[in-house]
């Protein structure tokens, strides 16, 4: 709370209209992703609520924006069709306490391992699944209850709505900034339909928003081991796709922002969101790309934003229901179109072929993935891919120099010694044709793990059994306490031995 007694009169400004602003684009959300997940919107509210409010004020990332995501939901589908609303609220506090532990863990600098081109790939998946999920605002219920597409007049009104919500937004910033061009443009296009009036879906229409407080509620599921398989796989689940949406969305709100969030307090503010929704009856949440960049582009940067996006969502419970049920859906989809076209990374279109062939594949991998999926699928997926690629390309690092003297052979290892370039290593050396004395020096190498250790003890094998006297030069102390078959072949040299360590699981 410092933060904000340090904010300026126009910093506070800016971050309650942004807050404002952010409040009316997390209403449809909510209440989308509620049905996505199979519960009443007002759990899907409540969540919104009660994680947008705890992590803007405890969470590592002001400005950023957190509530009931649709990466979540598609996930708790599934165990709320099985088991019922119950277990979802136990599994969500389960997540909370996952995620808390994560925190005081400190696992969150382990976002550093993402690439680059993961993060594109991240960023590009997640603004085609926002596009996608506006897409269901532009069909209605039939008859026998199936959606259809809009037709005739009701579509062009609703595409010509949006058009203009999405150039109040563009335009309005070139005469002024006094407020938030999303939120003028929701302000102005809601007018232009009650004052006209115009026939377009509204928020109500989706269901209503009302309600009251939430309330203290322990799910009522059995306190046994069974309950415990059930919701403990998804709570697994759930818990590392809220912390990687959530630091993936602190790490591109830290590049637009020019500043450093704190992914570990992110983490731990996570959990206590999620632990505390679930004894309230939410559904859980996770940060929002979405929202956090209308927060952003809005002007949003302290924690006030979120905060006040957060009270203003339970003022609209509360009180203005239906005043914000009239709010027409064009406007809000307007909004978040904008949002695509913003979060989008269009200039990988002209990296694609200036970067690596294997960045382009993670980065088109990784946003396929994100798209038919989940995001924490995807973003394993690409750090996989990525990884394989390094370890090819440091395999094909090792390189080894033989030189005779004196009737003796000398060769000089240079590069990385692991799983990949073990064969490319074992291949260098002929111990049957070489000469009766041979030296290997590993002084510009580095041994990186046990597949490394075994090729060399195996080449020491291979000389033994051809007659021949092998020499190991400069290889670390856990080289030498790790090899068993090179072992006499080892000359130590303590002032020129190089030290560092050798990932194996009988060093630890």
């Given at each position: 709370m410092?933060e904000?007694i340090?904010?300026t009169?126009?910093?506070?400004?800016?971050?309650?209209?942004?807050?404002l602003?952010?409040?009316l684009?997390l209403?449809?959300?909510?209440v989308a992703?509620a049905?996505v997940?199979?519960?009443?919107?007002l759990?899907?509210?409540?969540?919104?609520?009660?994680?947008?409010?705890?992590?803007?004020?405890?969470g590592?990332?002001?400005?950023?924006i957190?509530g009931a995501?649709?990466?979540?939901?598609?996930?708790m589908v599934?165990?709320?069709?099985?088991?019922?609303?119950?277990?979802?609220?136990a599994?969500?506090i389960?997540?909370g306490?996952i995620?808390?532990?994560?925190?005081w863990?400190?696992?969150?600098k382990?976002?550093?391992?993402v690439?680059?081109?993961?993060m594109?790939?991240?960023?590009?998946g997640?603004?085609?699944?926002?596009?996608?999920?506006?897409?269901?605002?532009?069909k209605n219920?039939?008859?026998?209850?199936?959606?259809q597409?809009m037709?005739g007049?009701?579509l062009?009104?609703?595409?010509g709505?949006?058009?203009?919500?999405?150039?109040?937004?563009?335009?309005?910033p070139?005469?002024?900034?006094?407020?938030?061009?999303?939120?003028?443009?929701?302000?102005?296009?809601?007018?232009?339909?009650?004052?006209?009036?115009?026939e377009?879906?509204?928020v109500?229409?989706?269901?209503?928003i009302?309600?009251g407080?939430?309330?203290f509620?322990i799910?009522t599921v059995p306190?046994n081991?069974e309950?415990?398989?059930?919701i403990?796989?998804?709570?697994?689940?759930?818990?590392?796709i809220?912390l990687?949406e959530s630091?993936?969305?602190?790490?591109?709100?830290d590049?637009?922002t020019?500043t450093?969030?704190?992914?570990?307090?992110?983490?731990f503010?996570?959990?206590m969101?999620?632990t505390?929704t679930?004894?309230f009856?939410g559904m859980?949440g996770?940060a929002m790309?979405?929202?956090?960049?209308i927060?952003?582009n809005?002007?949003?940067?302290g924690?006030?934003s979120g905060?006040?996006?957060?009270?203003?969502l339970?003022?609209?419970i509360l009180?203005a229901s239906?005043?914000?049920?009239k709010i027409?859906?064009a406007?809000?989809?307007g909004?978040?179109f904008?949002?695509?076209?913003?979060?989008?990374e269009w200039?990988?279109?002209?990296i694609?072929?200036k970067?690596?062939?294997?960045?382009?594949?993670?980065l088109?991998t990784?946003s396929i993935v994100t798209?038919l999926?989940?995001?924490?699928?995807?973003?394993?997926?690409?750090?996989?891919?990525s990884?394989?690629?390094?370890a090819?390309?440091?395999?094909?690092?090792?390189?080894v120099?033989r030189?005779?003297?004196n009737g003796?052979?000398?060769y000089?290892?240079?590069?990385?010694?692991?799983?990949?370039?073990?064969t490319?290593?074992a291949?260098?050396?002929?111990?049957?044709n070489?000469?009766?004395?041979?030296?290997?020096?590993?002084?510009d190498?580095?041994?990186w793990d046990h597949?490394?250790i075994?090729?060399?003890?195996?080449l020491?094998?291979r000389?033994e059994n051809a007659g021949?006297?092998l020499?190991?030069?400069?290889?670390?102390a856990d080289c030498?306490r790790l090899?068993t078959?090179?072992?006499?072949a080892i000359?130590v040299?303590?002032k020129?031995d190089?030290?560092?360590f050798?990932?194996?699981?009988e060093?630890?």
């Amino acid at each position: 709370m410092i933060e904000l007694i340090r904010n300026t009169t126009a910093s506070a400004k800016n971050d309650v209209l942004s807050g404002l602003t952010v409040a009316l684009a997390l209403v449809p959300e909510a209440v989308a992703f509620a049905f996505v997940a199979g519960v009443q919107p007002l759990v899907g509210l409540y969540a919104a609520f009660m994680v947008g409010l705890i992590t803007s004020i405890f969470g590592g990332r002001p400005g950023m924006i957190s509530g009931a995501t649709g990466a979540l939901a598609v996930v708790m589908v599934t165990l709320v069709a099985k088991h019922g609303v119950e277990y979802l609220f136990a599994t969500v506090i389960l997540m909370g306490l996952i995620q808390m532990l994560a925190g005081w863990l400190r696992l969150g600098k382990f976002i550093r391992m993402v690439p680059h081109s993961v993060m594109l790939g991240f960023v590009n998946g997640l603004a085609i699944v926002i596009f996608l999920a506006q897409l269901g605002q532009f069909k209605n219920a039939d008859t026998n209850g199936m959606m259809q597409w809009m037709q005739g007049s009701e579509l062009y009104i609703m595409l010509g709505l949006v058009f203009a919500t999405m150039l109040i937004i563009h335009f309005l910033p070139k005469l002024t900034k006094a407020i938030p061009s999303s939120l003028a443009a929701i302000i102005l296009v809601s007018l232009t339909v009650f004052l006209l009036p115009i026939e377009t879906k509204v928020v109500g229409d989706i269901a209503s928003i009302a309600g009251g407080f939430p309330e203290f509620h322990i799910p009522t599921v059995p306190l046994n081991f069974e309950t415990l398989k059930i919701i403990f796989p998804y709570a697994i689940i759930l818990a590392a796709i809220g912390l990687i949406e959530s630091l993936l969305t602190l790490r591109l709100i830290d590049e637009i922002t020019e500043t450093r969030g704190q992914g570990n307090r992110e983490c731990f503010a996570q959990g206590m969101a999620n632990t505390t929704t679930g004894l309230f009856g939410g559904m859980g949440g996770c940060a929002m790309i979405g929202q956090s960049m209308i927060n952003v582009n809005s002007g949003g940067r302290g924690r006030l934003s979120g905060i006040t996006a957060a009270l203003a969502l339970l003022v609209f419970i509360l009180f203005a229901s239906p005043l914000i049920e009239k709010i027409p859906l064009a406007a809000l989809v307007g909004v978040m179109f904008i949002v695509v076209i913003g979060t989008f990374e269009w200039s990988s279109f002209r990296i694609m072929r200036k970067i690596p062939m294997a960045d382009a594949l993670v980065l088109i991998t990784v946003s396929i993935v994100t798209v038919l999926t989940d995001l924490a699928l995807a973003v394993f997926v690409g750090v996989i891919l990525s990884a394989l690629v390094f370890a090819w390309q440091s395999a094909k690092r090792v390189r080894v120099r033989r030189e005779e003297k004196n009737g003796k052979a000398y060769y000089t290892v240079r590069g990385p010694l692991f799983f990949g370039s073990t064969t490319h290593f074992a291949e260098q050396f002929s111990a049957r044709n070489d000469l009766d004395e041979v030296y290997v020096d590993f002084a510009d190498s580095r041994v990186w793990d046990h597949s490394g250790i075994e090729v060399i003890d195996a080449l020491a094998v291979r000389y033994e059994n051809a007659g021949k006297k092998l020499h190991l030069l400069h290889l670390s102390a856990d080289c030498q306490r790790l090899l068993t078959k090179a072992g006499a072949a080892i000359e130590v040299d303590t002032k020129r031995d190089p030290k560092y360590f050798v990932a194996d699981d009988e060093l630890a």
